[in-house]
């Protein structure tokens, strides 16, 4: 099993920023993904960014391109998502996911709440 830990969420205000972390323990050479989720009050989970554990390529969902960014420390097991000018929409329980190469295939952590106040 693979455990993951966020942090760094917190009170914000609009266009500042804050850099989530995500520390994932247990068994880390499972992991093939990390992922980015958030889920507003009222809304659906949604994606917001992944990075390739090994080769380190990212993605962004499209309205967030440009403000946030994701990086890992793969030594460290360790995943960020840097977030810019930030928005009182950006408000939300941020997510750290991982997809793994055996069952179950997935792990959550417990999430970070983001608040940005206008």
């Known amino acids: 099993q693979v455990q993951l830990v966020e942090s760094g969420g917190g009170l914000v205000q609009a266009g500042g920023s804050l850099r989530l972390s995500c520390a994932a323990s247990?068994?880390?050479?499972?992991?093939?993904?990390m992922k980015w989720f958030r889920q507003a009050p009222g809304k659906e989970r949604e994606f917001v960014a992944t990075?390739?554990?090994?080769?380190?390529?990212?993605g962004y969902a499209d309205s967030l391109k440009g403000r946030f960014t994701i990086s890992r420390d793969s030594a460290l097991n360790l995943v960020y998502l840097q977030m810019n000018d930030l928005k009182p929409e950006d408000t939300a329980v941020y997510y750290c996911n991982a997809v793994l190469s055996t069952s179950p295939f997935s792990s959550w952590g417990q999430g970070t709440q983001v608040t940005v106040s206008s």
């Open positions: 990075i390739n554990w090994s080769g380190g390529s990212t």
């Open positions: 247990g068994r880390t050479f499972r992991i093939i993904t």
